[in-house]
């Protein structure tokens, strides 16, 4: 995608007007705190009990380790400004302060996605391979692949912050309830659609590269777990997928309907739902 030099007016800040037609606003932010805190209260207390335990660092609690992390990353590009607009009143936000948010909340969704990945492929190899395991994934190998995930995000959001920085913002209001890529390029004088080619190939490639391999895997490891002949241990192993599937359900779906809602629109998908319901109707 090529750049041209605008000569637009760049703001100093920004005004969050997403909230602005819903009502309830202490209520939505009391909500928000809340789940905000118990996010950083379970993510933490995750943390400081893997790395407290010398008997938890192993691969699968590494990661689990990791994904907290992100998870505090992720919650909280979002959360601080929601929070800062729904409660404290303040739908002002610096240029710099959302351009930091768009690039820990993105960093935060590309890293989870890429941990999430990560958790598949454990539980993967070590039920398909119980012998092998831990020749198989050591822990030095799987710090080594968080790493290169935290590496392939930060390259990746630099590109996109970078480009969304180059753009002019002649009206500082984003219509939106905080700072991400899609808001921010809807907020410049310009034709947002060229400017979609980089998060929509990232899109692709979360839901429709990532999404169906962790699909594949935990079908594998349902269908392993069936062959099992201990019917303990299948229940136990069972158990044990479903705990690792439920972040994933957590995770994509929002982001099927964030990524529907962002690039069509509610209108359209609203309107393309009532056409299906007409014609079968009819």
Same mark, same amino acid.
């Given at each position: 995608?090529?750049?041209?030099?605008?000569?637009?007016? *760049?703001?100093?800040?920004?005004?969050?007007?997403?909230? !602005?037609?819903?009502?309830?606003?202490?209520? @939505?932010?009391?909500?928000?705190?809340?789940?905000?805190?118990?996010?950083?209260?379970?993510?933490?207390? *995750?943390?400081?009990?893997?790395?407290?335990?010398?008997?938890?660092?192993?691969?699968? %609690?590494?990661? $689990?380790?990791?994904?907290?992390? #992100?998870?505090? @990353?992720? &919650?909280?590009?979002?959360?601080?400004?929601?929070?800062?607009?729904?409660?404290?009143?303040?739908?002002?936000?610096?240029?710099?302060?959302?351009?930091?948010?768009? %690039?820990? %909340?993105?960093?935060?969704?590309?890293?989870?996605?890429?941990?999430?990945?990560? @958790?598949?492929?454990?539980?993967?190899?070590?039920? &398909?391979?119980? =012998?092998?395991?831990?020749?198989?994934?050591?822990?030095?190998? #799987?710090?080594?692949?968080?790493?290169?995930?935290?590496?392939?995000?930060?390259?990746?959001?630099?590109? =996109?912050?970078?480009?969304?920085?180059?753009?002019?913002?002649?009206?500082?209001? $984003?219509?939106?309830?905080?700072?991400?890529?899609?808001?921010?390029?809807?907020?410049?004088?310009? !034709?947002?659609?060229?400017?979609?080619? +980089?998060?929509?190939?990232?899109?692709?490639? +979360?839901?429709?590269?990532?999404?169906?391999?962790?699909?594949?895997?935990?079908?594998?490891?349902?269908?392993?777990? +069936?062959?099992?002949?201990?019917?303990?241990?299948?229940?136990?192993?069972?158990?044990?997928?479903?705990?690792?599937?439920?972040?994933?359900?957590?995770? %994509?779906?929002?982001?099927?309907?964030?990524?529907? =809602?962002?690039?069509?629109?509610?209108?359209?998908?609203?309107?393309?739902?009532?056409?299906? +319901?007409?014609?079968? =109707?009819?």
């Amino acid at each position: 995608m090529s750049l041209v030099n605008f000569s637009g007016q *760049n703001v100093a800040e920004f005004t969050i007007t997403g909230f !602005d037609h819903l009502p309830y606003h202490k209520l @939505m932010g009391t909500v928000i705190l809340l789940a905000y805190c118990l996010a950083l209260l379970g993510s933490t207390t *995750n943390i400081c009990v893997i790395s407290t335990d010398r008997r938890l660092h192993r691969p699968m %609690y590494l990661l $689990i380790c990791n994904l907290a992390l #992100v998870d505090i @990353m992720f &919650s909280t590009g979002a959360s601080t400004t929601m929070i800062s607009v729904l409660l404290a009143g303040d739908k002002t936000i610096s240029y710099h302060s959302c351009l930091s948010r768009v %690039y820990i %909340y993105h960093l935060g969704d590309i890293t989870e996605c890429l941990a999430l990945s990560l @958790m598949a492929l454990d539980r993967t190899v070590a039920i &398909s391979e119980p =012998l092998r395991y831990a020749t198989i994934l050591t822990n030095q190998r #799987v710090f080594l692949l968080i790493v290169v995930s935290w590496l392939l995000g930060i390259c990746l959001m630099g590109t =996109l912050v970078s480009v969304a920085d180059q753009l002019p913002y002649c009206q500082p209001v $984003i219509k939106y309830i905080f700072c991400d890529y899609a808001a921010i390029i809807r907020a410049a004088c310009v !034709d947002p659609e060229p400017y979609w080619l +980089l998060s929509s190939t990232g899109a692709l490639w +979360l839901l429709g590269g990532q999404f169906p391999l962790i699909l594949l895997s935990y079908g594998k490891l349902v269908f392993t777990v +069936l062959r099992l002949p201990s019917t303990e241990k299948g229940g136990r192993t069972f158990r044990t997928v479903i705990s690792h599937f439920i972040p994933v359900v957590c995770y %994509y779906a929002p982001k099927l309907v964030s990524v529907l =809602l962002t690039r069509v629109g509610s209108k359209e998908i609203r309107g393309t739902v009532l056409r299906v +319901l007409r014609r079968n =109707l009819l």
